[in-house]
């Protein structure tokens, strides 16, 4: 299927197989609902006024401003329903296409805002390989706690440092104690570093004391987006034990703009990840048949650097790890059974983080904490520049893409720069 918006047929990231929802505020309008189309974007309002769209998904939008909690809260039915009528709208053949001059701005002229009003966020620890490579440098013979098999590793991470790609990092202030120091010492953290993870956004939400059950926590997954919870690795050590982490996480916590539906997702579905022979039983509150036949997603991940001295030689970023959703022990809708299986309510809007996603192998990792070993070897890149950890002026972007020999689609950028600490140069 093609559509009339040329530069959406064949685009890498935004095909009509796509249509992820965001807000975005063209040059000198409001934030308001509108779906990525190629090099475009569809806003929603203007389709609205035009009379285009109709039922539930007119109801929707209509009621839409600034963030779209209140459309995910209306849940699976009523996305397909809009999702249906844009696929309309934007079809070739489509007789909108004479009102594209209303309906569309180029994307370049739009700023992309922070999509929902996240109520909370909840950082979970499900990429495997992450959580055995951190857990080997603390413990080389043991590297996975006990639990790990058991359930879904989360905290309670900080909705209000949430923010869209292209915010910058201020490199935070904070205890730091290395193990040589024999007490800490306060000042900008010299262990800056990124988490390559994917976000998942709630739809509707669940009352308190009401379980999600694993069969129906599909249906409250509104979409994804990218997700870097950029963490003070100096910071962290010294802090966190015994309640985990606190100032080294709450620091900055970027986000891909776009939501990309499920629906957009489903020719990239596969089975959750093999658990080994030797592995616990998985409870039946988190075992579901088709969650463990296609509640995985295989989407390509990767992280790419620019430092200043790259930007100086015109350089392009250069991409510094290759990942796989895949890697992902537990499934989102594990995710949010888990989360609900005490009662606790989510609510539309919500955010939750992955956790790290990393491969098994060199290359794969989705942190420098893991690619430099905690620090002991340094990556090189083109210039000749090493980095134990991020530096002042780093850009950071993380990309992810699902392609298939009929379609590719993507999520969009998700980049910040690193900046000095406060009250440094
Ligand atoms: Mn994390």
Known sequence: MTSWVTSSNGHPDFPLDNLPIGIVSPAGGTPRPAIAIGEQVLDLHAALEAGLLT????????????????????????????????????????????LSHRLLHAAADCTLQLPCAIGDYTDFYA??????????????????????????VAYHGRASTVRPSGAPLRRPNGQRKPASDP????????????????????GVGNGIGEAIPIAQAADHIAGYCLLNDWSARDIQGWEYQPLGPFL???????????????????????????RDAADPPIFSYLADASDQGAGGLD??????????????????????????????????????????????????GDLFGSGTISGPD?????????????????????TGETRRFLEDGDTVI????????????????????????????
């Open 362 to 382: 060199k290359g794969q990792e989705g942190s420098l904490l893991e690619m430099t070993e905690g620090g002991r070897a340094p990556i090189a890149l083109p």
């Open 299 to 348: 989407l390509a991940l990767e992280i790419s650097m620019l430092t200043p001295a790259m930007r100086a030689q015109s350089l392009h970023p250069h991409r510094i790890a290759k990942s796989n959703a895949r890697f992902l022990f537990w499934t989102p809708a594990q995710m949010v059974a888990h989360h609900t299986s005490n009662g606790c309510a989510l609510r539309p």
């Open 248 to 274: 080294a996480k709450n620091l900055l916590t970027t986000v891909s703009p776009w939501i990309v539906m499920p629906e957009a997702l489903t020719p990239f579905r596969v089975p959750a990840m093999a």
């Open 127 to 152: 990429g495997i390989h992450h959580a055995t490579h951190v857990g080997r440098l603390l413990r080389p013979d043991n590297p996975l706690m006990p639990n790990y098999k058991y359930l879904p």
């Open 55 to 98: 039922g539930a998904a007119r109801d929707a939008v209509e009621t839409t401003g600034a963030t779209l909690n209140t459309l995910l809260a209306r849940g699976t039915a009523v996305r397909h329903a809009l999702r249906q009528q844009v696929v309309a709208i934007l079809a070739t053949g489509s007789t909108a296409e004479r």
């Open 398 to 425: 993380l990309a992810a893409r699902a392609t298939n020999g009929r379609t590719s689609i993507g999520f969009g950028l998700c980049e910040g720069t690193v900046l000095p600490a406060p009250g440094s140069a």
């Open 183 to 202: 007490v800490p010492s306060f000042g900008p953290s010299r262990n800056l570093d990124f988490e390559l993870e994917l976000g998942i956004w709630i």
